[in-house]
Nanobody, 115 residues
Framework: QVQLVESGGGFVQPGGSLSLACAASGSIDKINSIYVMGWYRQAPDKERELVATVTSGGTINYADSVKGRFTIRGDYIKRTVYLQMTSLKPEDTAVYYC??????WGKGTLVTVSS
């Protein structure tokens, strides 16, 4: 099994910035099998959606809604993925979930953007 533990998140005013981090742990063979990590989010009464992913080869994918504002970075030696969020908007308010291999999920961390 793989465990994903998120950190960061919290409350910020519109236009502000926040950073998230997610570290993977587990058995060596499972950890070494991770080839993609990323972030998804789920706002109240909405479906979970992709925010950004980064592969072990460095391929990055962003949702259109966050392009130019969010930056994802993966450290596949540490098996950690980071999300730097800037120019935050109220519509970015959601629970942000870490994901590995499109299969493993973290418990989520709440990001609230409000004045």
């Amino acid at each position: 099994q793989v465990q994903l533990v998120e950190s960061g998140g919290g409350f910020v005013q519109p236009g502000g910035s926040l950073s998230l981090a997610c570290a993977a742990s587990g058995s060596i063979d499972k950890i070494n099998s991770i080839y993609v990590m990323g972030w998804y989010r789920q706002a109240p009464d909405k479906e979970r959606e992709l925010v950004a992913t980064v592969t072990s080869g460095g391929t990055i994918n962003y949702a259109d809604s966050v392009k130019g504002r969010f930056t994802i970075r993966g450290d596949y030696i540490k098996r950690t993925v980071y999300l730097q969020m800037t120019s935050l908007k109220p519509e970015d308010t959601a629970v942000y979930y870490c994901n590995a291999n499109y299969y493993y999920w973290g418990k989520g961390t709440l990001v609230t953007v409000s004045s």
